[in-house]
């Protein structure tokens, strides 16, 4: 089993910048595609970035050039840098990981932490 536990969720206004944590605890050992989702109010889960053990990356392009995901390997940790943010980017942001290639489902999800941009 892996436990995520997302932290760094906040308010902030528009044009301002965040960075999320992912903490992960656990089997992590065979994880091999980790990614940050997020679900606005009314609206469905969406894909914001993944990264593979290779460090490769893929971004939702509503968040290209604003958002950088990356990872710490030696502390088990994931992280979204996020900048330039936009009222559009108000959304619960949770971290995912699975032991599959990325872009075939995740199979450990945390609770989220709420990211809210005001304009």
């Known amino acids: 089993q892996v436990q995520l536990v997302e932290s760094g969720g906040g308010s902030v206004q528009a044009g301002g910048s965040l960075r999320l944590s992912c903490a992960s605890y656990?089997?992590?050992?065979?994880?091999?595609?980790m990614g940050w989702f997020r679900q606005a109010p009314g609206k469905e889960r969406e894909g914001v970035a993944t990264i593979d053990s290779l460090g490769t990356t893929t971004y939702a392009d509503s968040v290209k050039g604003r958002f950088t995901i990356s990872k710490d390997a030696a502390k088990n940790t994931l992280h979204l840098q996020m900048n330039s943010l936009k009222p559009e980017d108000t959304a619960t942001y949770s971290c995912a990981a699975t032991w599959r290639t990325c872009g075939n489902g995740m199979d450990y999800w945390g609770k989220g932490t709420l990211v809210t941009i005001s304009s």
């Open positions: 656990g089997y992590t050992y065979n994880i091999d595609c």
